[in-house]
């Protein structure tokens, strides 16, 4: 193919046109990039200086809590704040401990103030009173007596003032002088010792409860429990054996309150095949008996 001149020309003007036209491009995209650039520096600039001037003021308030901590007033303040904190938690235990004392207290059962006044306003000339205690709803009170009869006229002037609802003579045992006390000494010793029961309540409750004596105890029966007047009799008969499903266990020994009886007095019970008392307070008798022993073959031929 022959080009002449003129189309070389054309060439060369097309070429150019299409370089200035790029280039134009070229220089709008960088213009708009170069801004954009300027735009970002411009609020990160601004947004640095922002923080700068936040973390100088935090750094002034720092500074000058700093300066405050160090005074001697505020350290002084400091201390006694700690010290006080210390006691205010001290003081706050101490009112929870007088709070569930003072709970305590109010649950518990006390005696009027009337009823030493009763038993304090005409005691007999003959006798002297040495002690009184009060717990559940019984008065007990001890003393000395010229007599025999005292003890039992107080007991009945209690009665009359309708502050008990029985009284019951617990016992008026006679002490005899020791040959070698003085006459002074022996007209001390030489008296009667009365121990009376006042009882406040009504009624009270008695617990009977039939237990095999082994460790732990087993239950042998339901526990039966009667309430009584204050002064009635109670007891349970047919105490010395027990069968329950085809075997016979045998009485071993008796707790009353949770306190074992005397030799004597366990014996005394086992013969009149009873246990007896007088409802004076709340009472709870265990029954321990004892499994048969078991016979082997061997042995029964």
């Known amino acids: ?133 009060y717990k559940d709803g019984v008065v007990v009170f001890s003393g000395t007596s010229d007599n025999y009869q005292a003890p039992l006229d107080y007991a009945a002037l209690l009665q009359s003032k309708n502050l008990f609802t029985y009284v019951h003579v617990n016992s008026i045992p006679y002490t005899s002088p020791d040959a070698t006390l003085t006459e002074e000494e022996a007209l001390v010793v030489n008296r009667y010792q009365f121990q009376l029961t006042g009882m406040l309540e009504s009624t009270y409750s008695v617990k009977f409860t039939r237990l095999l004596n082994t460790d732990p105890k087993i239950s042998l029966s339901v526990p039966i429990i009667r309430d009584y007047k204050a002064g009635e009799s109670y007891g349970e008969t047919n105490i010395s054996t027990y069968t329950q499903d085809g075997v016979t266990y045998s009485l071993e020994k008796i707790s009353i309150n949770g306190e074992f009886i005397s030799e004597s007095a366990f014996n005394e019970m086992i013969s009149s095949d009873s246990v007896t008392g007088i409802a004076s307070t709340n009472v709870e008798i265990e029954l321990l008996y004892k499994a048969p022993e078991v016979v082997t073959e061997q042995e029964g031929k």
């Open 1 to 133: 193919m022959n080009l002449s001149k003129g189309d070389f020309n054309k060439k060369d003007m097309n070429f150019f046109s299409e370089f200035s036209s790029s280039g134009i491009r070229n220089a709008r995209i960088l213009t708009a990039s170069l801004i954009i650039f300027i735009i970002f520096a411009i609020f990160g600039f601004g947004f640095f200086l922002v923080i700068k001037v936040q973390t100088a003021g935090v750094q002034r308030q720092i500074d000058t809590i700093t300066q405050e901590l160090k005074d001697e007033d505020n350290l002084s303040a400091i201390v006694d704040f700690e010290t006080l904190s210390v006691e205010v938690n001290q003081l706050r235990d101490y009112v929870y401990v007088l709070t569930d004392l003072s709970y305590r207290l109010n649950s518990l059962p006390f005696a009027e103030s009337k009823v030493l006044d009763t038993l304090t306003e005409e005691i007999p000339y003959e006798l002297s009173l040495t002690s009184v205690s």
